[in-house]
């Protein structure tokens, strides 16, 4: 480790592209950020963004990156200015229920997490790679091939607790698998645009230029069906679940981009690898290159690819056309979701309940249903066929996916278990938490026995409403003069950092406030995350003045 903080040194000193030579071959954890962001969340995520909303939409995830990856360089620059455990510093110089909230949330986002992890790469191998071996496959082979995904990736993630070499072998499998990952979607896109004419690559461009109609008006699609539409409560009701559809889908999609784990992940490799401040020039060129770049990539692709095939079309199977006329098929897989939103528009107003439901209307909420990763997938064959390069590719990507973020759940599960049992990172502790990736083995319980709606409102909620918290508890480290001493950003410097902060705080309190009060229990209209915020802050609150009076009778 000495010798590479010597030839940082002196590549920093040199600049040019020596510099950035030397920054390539000493990067690692924002490789490390890049695999966990890059799973089944950013993947679904990214599919909804433009089945809703089309090329106009790629902004979103973009946008999200960007304020995640401001905080994430505050806390690189906090860890390694001052050497200390980030736990340790929030517990003793910030505010200890703060500290502690944010070591427990992260162990259990990584905990629920793990389960659809594991569900999509069952997903991969059973219906993109090889559908013909698992025809029959039923709840054993579910535990089979998750068991041996457990034993695959845990092999692999050990290697991370072994000093020197084993960080290395570790870091570069996960820069191919992430690579493998671009390279999947950058090949589905290439694929649409050189077999299909009316697509065009460079056209798509122009929606990473933010739109913020989006969030209060439908998307161009939807405006023809619209005005087809004569009762003005009609119209206004599929004009508002189309506003509401869109908004959810933002949120869903900015809160895959940067995720409280992650937050725990970055110091703490940072710290295994020995970095100190001769260390933060790196350690934003490494969140630039090992992260940003290959996320921006990956989930435009798929906005891409699924706003081709998807945006403005009713769901796959669900319609059939008879004398101009569209009908649904009963035992299509989108009929139950499509019942729903029929019903809720005959519950949404007493003069609507005995209105008949006209073809607009059908094709609306037609288009409404939400797909699946899987409709993702059987769509590409269309492309190129059944059993197509084209579906081999989309399972490699997702199979890719699933396996990184699994890897890097439990590498950080391993960094909560030494930082909350006091424990050397690296040794049998940090082992012992490695090996609680086990717990998504058992996913086809939770998935099949009827828990999977609870279960994702639970997540979904607790984990992004935490996330601002943890904005909070870095942008107060950021302005802690005990904490960070002569490293205290002044002038000009803390007023940017401030204001890229304040921003990110800002925009992701308020998403985050929204979903707390709008997210639901099943079948409810009670907001269970409205209880767990005011809960958080009321500790938070009481932390603080117990610290205070530690101080004054120290």
Same mark, same amino acid.
């Given at each position: 480790?000495?010798?590479?903080?010597?030839?940082?040194?002196?590549a920093?000193?040199?600049?040019g592209?020596k510099?950035?030579k030397?920054?390539?071959?000493?990067?690692?954890?924002?490789?490390l950020?890049s695999?966990i962001?890059?799973?089944?969340?950013?993947l679904?995520?990214?599919?909804?963004?433009?089945v809703?909303?089309?090329?106009?939409?790629l902004?979103?995830?973009?946008?999200?990156?960007?304020?995640?990856?401001?905080?994430?360089?505050?806390?690189s620059?906090?860890t390694?200015?001052?050497?200390?455990s980030?736990?340790?510093?929030?517990?003793?110089?910030?505010n200890?229920?703060?500290?502690?909230?944010?070591?427990?949330?992260t162990?259990?986002a990584?905990?629920?997490?793990?389960?659809?992890?594991?569900?999509?790469?069952?997903?991969?191998?059973?219906?993109?790679?090889?559908p013909e071996?698992?025809?029959d496959?039923?709840t054993g082979a579910?535990?089979?091939v998750?068991g041996?995904?457990?034993l695959?990736?845990t092999?692999?993630?050990?290697c991370y607790?072994?000093?020197?070499?084993?960080?290395?072998?570790?870091?570069?499998?996960?820069? %191919?698998? @992430?690579a493998?990952? +671009? *390279?999947c979607?950058m090949? #589905? =896109?290439?694929?649409?645009?050189?077999?299909s004419?009316?697509?065009n690559?460079?056209?798509?461009?122009?929606g990473?230029i933010?739109?913020?109609?989006?969030?209060?008006?439908?998307?161009?699609?939807?405006?023809?069906l619209?005005?087809?539409?004569?009762?003005a409560?009609i119209?206004e009701f599929?004009?508002?679940?189309?506003?509401?559809?869109?908004?959810?889908?933002m949120?869903?999609?900015?809160?895959?981009?940067?995720g409280?784990?992650?937050?725990?992940?970055?110091?703490?490799?940072?710290?295994?690898?020995?970095?100190?401040?001769e260390?933060?020039?790196?350690?934003?060129?490494?969140?630039?290159? %090992?992260? @940003?770049?290959?996320? +921006? *990539?990956?989930?435009?692709? #798929? =906005?891409?690819?699924?706003?081709?095939?998807?945006?403005?079309?009713?769901?796959?199977?669900l319609l059939?056309?008879?004398?101009?006329?569209?009908?649904?098929?009963e035992?299509?897989?989108?009929?139950?979701?499509?019942t729903?939103l029929?019903?809720?528009?005959?519950?949404?107003?007493?003069?609507l309940?005995?209105?008949?439901?006209g073809?607009?209307?059908t094709?609306?909420?037609?288009?409404l249903?939400?797909?699946?990763t899987a409709?993702?997938?059987n769509?590409?064959s269309?492309?190129s066929?059944e059993?197509?390069?084209?579906?081999?590719?989309f399972?490699?990507g997702?199979l890719?996916?699933?396996?990184?973020?699994?890897?890097?759940?439990? *590498?950080?599960?391993g960094?909560v278990f030494?930082?909350?049992?006091?424990?050397?990172h690296?040794?049998?502790?940090h082992k012992?938490?490695?090996?609680?990736?086990?717990f998504g083995v058992?996913?086809?319980v939770?998935?099949?026995?009827?828990?999977?709606a609870?279960?994702a409102?639970?997540?979904?909620t607790f984990?992004?409403?935490?996330?601002?918290?943890?904005?909070?508890?870095?942008?107060?480290?950021?302005?802690?003069?005990?904490?960070?001493k002569?490293d205290?950003?002044?002038?000009?410097?803390?007023?940017?950092w401030?204001?890229?902060?304040?921003t990110?705080?800002?925009?992701?309190?308020?998403a985050?406030?929204?979903t707390?009060?709008?997210?639901?229990l099943p079948?409810?209209?009670?907001?269970?995350?409205?209880?767990?915020?005011?809960?958080?802050?009321?500790l938070?609150?009481w932390?603080?003045?117990?610290?205070?009076?530690?101080?004054?009778?120290?």
């Amino acid at each position: 480790m000495k010798i590479d903080r010597e030839e940082l040194v002196r590549a920093t000193k040199a600049g040019g592209l020596k510099k950035y030579k030397t920054y390539a071959r000493l990067s690692g954890p924002g490789w490390l950020q890049s695999a966990i962001t890059l799973g089944g969340g950013s993947l679904a995520g990214a599919l909804f963004l433009g089945v809703i909303g089309g090329y106009s939409i790629l902004w979103v995830q973009l946008v999200a990156m960007i304020l995640g990856v401001v905080m994430l360089c505050a806390i690189s620059y906090i860890t390694l200015s001052t050497g200390r455990s980030p736990f340790e510093a929030m517990r003793t110089e910030i505010n200890p229920v703060l500290a502690w909230g944010w070591l427990i949330a992260t162990l259990l986002a990584n905990l629920v997490w793990a389960l659809p992890q594991y569900s999509l790469a069952y997903g991969a191998v059973s219906q993109n790679l090889f559908p013909e071996a698992f025809a029959d496959g039923g709840t054993g082979a579910k535990f089979l091939v998750s068991g041996l995904i457990f034993l695959a990736v845990t092999a692999i993630t050990l290697c991370y607790g072994n000093e020197g070499m084993g960080i290395k072998i570790y870091e570069w499998v996960l820069k %191919g698998i @992430v690579a493998g990952i +671009v *390279l999947c979607f950058m090949g #589905v =896109v290439l694929k649409i645009s050189t077999s299909s004419a009316d697509f065009n690559l460079l056209g798509t461009l122009s929606g990473f230029i933010p739109d913020l109609s989006i969030l209060t008006t439908p998307g161009d699609v939807f405006l023809p069906l619209l005005k087809e539409i004569e009762h003005a409560g009609i119209r206004e009701f599929w004009t508002a679940q189309i506003v509401d559809t869109q908004r959810e889908r933002m949120v869903g999609a900015a809160a895959t981009a940067v995720g409280i784990n992650m937050t725990f992940l970055l110091p703490y490799s940072m710290l295994s690898k020995k970095w100190g401040r001769e260390h933060r020039g790196l350690a934003i060129f490494d969140l630039s290159t %090992g992260m @940003v770049i290959p996320y +921006v *990539l990956a989930v435009s692709c #798929v =906005v891409i690819a699924s706003a081709y095939m998807f945006h403005g079309q009713p769901y796959d199977g669900l319609l059939v056309e008879e004398n101009g006329q569209v009908r649904v098929v009963e035992d299509s897989a989108g009929a139950k979701d499509f019942t729903k939103l029929i019903s809720k528009r005959k519950g949404a107003a007493p003069e609507l309940s005995d209105l008949q439901v006209g073809q607009a209307e059908t094709r609306l909420a037609a288009m409404l249903v939400p797909r699946s990763t899987a409709n993702f997938a059987n769509s590409l064959s269309a492309l190129s066929g059944e059993g197509s390069v084209s579906q081999f590719i989309f399972g490699l990507g997702v199979l890719a996916m699933a396996l990184s973020t699994i890897s890097i759940l439990c *590498l950080i599960s391993g960094f909560v278990f030494c930082e909350a049992l006091g424990a050397t990172h690296g040794g049998s502790v940090h082992k012992a938490g490695i090996l609680t990736g086990l717990f998504g083995v058992f996913w086809p319980v939770f998935w099949d026995g009827g828990s999977k709606a609870y279960l994702a409102v639970v997540t979904s909620t607790f984990g992004y409403v935490l996330f601002p918290i943890a904005c909070l508890a870095f942008f107060l480290m950021m302005n802690s003069s005990r904490l960070l001493k002569e490293d205290l950003p002044r002038g000009g410097q803390r007023l940017v950092w401030n204001l890229l902060l304040g921003t990110s705080l800002l925009i992701t309190g308020l998403a985050a406030g929204h979903t707390a009060t709008t997210k639901t229990l099943p079948n409810s209209d009670f907001p269970i995350g409205t209880v767990g915020l005011c809960t958080f802050i009321a500790l938070i609150i009481w932390g603080h003045f117990r610290r205070s009076k530690e101080n004054e009778s120290a």
